[in-house]
């Protein structure tokens, strides 16, 4: 059972670059989200998504997109990098919305835009 | 817009002490989670807490929930070493009966010194 995998785990790219993070899981949970981690700003919603073709924005959604084709998938696409996006970037699911379990967080993808 | 604040920020306490962490919260919601972050690593579930006066224990860890004073608390008990982390509260945004949003505090960095 591989929980949450994140790919890649660092990846170095230019401004105006695009790329695609990759998120699944082997857990048939319904419900997917993307945080960014930032020093001294804890963890912000980026996107989630309650079920396969359900997404919607959370507290920082520009200069991303997201789809969710499977329950297993939740790409986060960077359509033209930023400096300002460089972060560390978490996927996490949970089995049913944020009910009465907790999220299990993939390791990170550590990206970081020149 | 819901806000969560945690304090303090940065925490230094010897082993063998008692300390606690504070959780406030801006808006209602009555699911709050509190989670722990290694150096360079991803998040790892310490506790849900569900309802008003919830309260959950695990080794030296016990976590409290006042929905009224919009309030939660991690109470260390006689640190150890090995609980040196960043420790994070999130709370769950209720939207139309569903909690589909989950907003983070800042966290709060633990170190326990010898």
């Known amino acids: 059972n591989a929980g949450v995998t994140q790919t890649p785990k660092f990846q170095v790219l230019k401004t105006g670059q695009s790329m695609t993070l990759q998120c699944a899981q082997d857990?048939?949970?319904?419900?997917m989200s993307w945080y960014r981690q930032d020093p001294g700003m804890g963890l912000r919603l980026i996107h989630y998504s309650v079920g396969a073709g359900i997404t919607d924005q959370g507290e920082v959604p520009n200069g991303y997109n997201v789809s969710r084709s499977t329950t297993e998938d939740f790409p986060l696409r960077l359509l033209s990098a930023a400096p300002s996006q460089t972060s560390v970037y978490f996927c996490?699911?949970?089995?049913?919305?944020?009910?009465?379990?907790?999220?299990?967080f993939g390791d990170g993808t550590r990206l970081s835009i020149l | 817009e819901l806000k969560v604040e945690q304090n303090p920020l940065f925490l230094s306490m010897q082993e063998g002490k008692n300390y606690t962490i504070y959780c406030n919260y801006s808006?209602?919601?009555?699911?709050l989670y509190w989670y722990r972050q290694d150096p360079g690593k991803s998040l790892e579930s310490l506790f849900v807490l569900l309802s008003n006066g919830a309260v959950k224990q695990e080794g030296r860890l016990m976590a409290s929930l006042d929905t009224k004073a919009r309030l939660s608390t991690l109470h260390i008990t006689a640190a150890v070493h090995d609980l040196s982390a960043t420790y994070f509260c999130a709370v769950a945004f209720i939207n139309t009966g569903t909690a589909s949003k989950l907003t983070f505090g800042t966290g709060t960095r633990l170190q326990v010194t010898l």
């Open positions: 808006t209602t919601s009555d699911r």
């Open positions: 857990m048939n949970h319904e419900y």
């Open positions: 996490a699911s949970s089995p049913r919305g944020l009910a009465n379990q907790p999220q299990h």
